[in-house]
């Protein structure tokens, strides 16, 4: 169980179908994931610090060169803010399990809200704001 929640599965699966190089091919389809997902966050991350942030509200003037220095910076801070996060999930024994499972807890409560906003034409701003925190709040709780 403790392999499980700690998202040891699918390694175990391939070594075992394919030997060694079923875990070969895990190894690069992790590093390839990872490497991926964690450019894409970099880089959306940044476009949004320095495109909506930095240029809408602290510099409407910025060149190309003050937006790609903002999203460096951005860049470096938010890989070290993840960084120091992960090693802090780690020292405190919480796997991938504990993980999902709250990342579940804290988008979860947004989403039917957002969905009614989209395809009901009564639902509110308001009533979607109240039942994405209230939803939050009771997911906490609970």
Known sequence: DAEASSGLVPPAVATEL?????????LVMLFMAIVSTGSSESIAVSSL????????????N?????????SRVVIVGFGLVMGALSIALFELGLDLGWVYLFMGIIIGPAVAPL?????WEQASGTGAIVAAWAGLVL????
Do not use: C, F
């Open 49 to 60: 610090v320095a495109y909506d942030i930095y240029r809408q509200y602290y510099n409407p």
């Open 18 to 26: 394919l030997g060694d190089i079923g875990s070969v091919l895990i």
């Open 115 to 119: 969905w009614n906003l989209m395809r």
């Open 62 to 70: 910025a060149t190309g060169e003050d937006i790609l220095y903002v």
């Open 139 to 142: 997911g906490l709780a609970a």
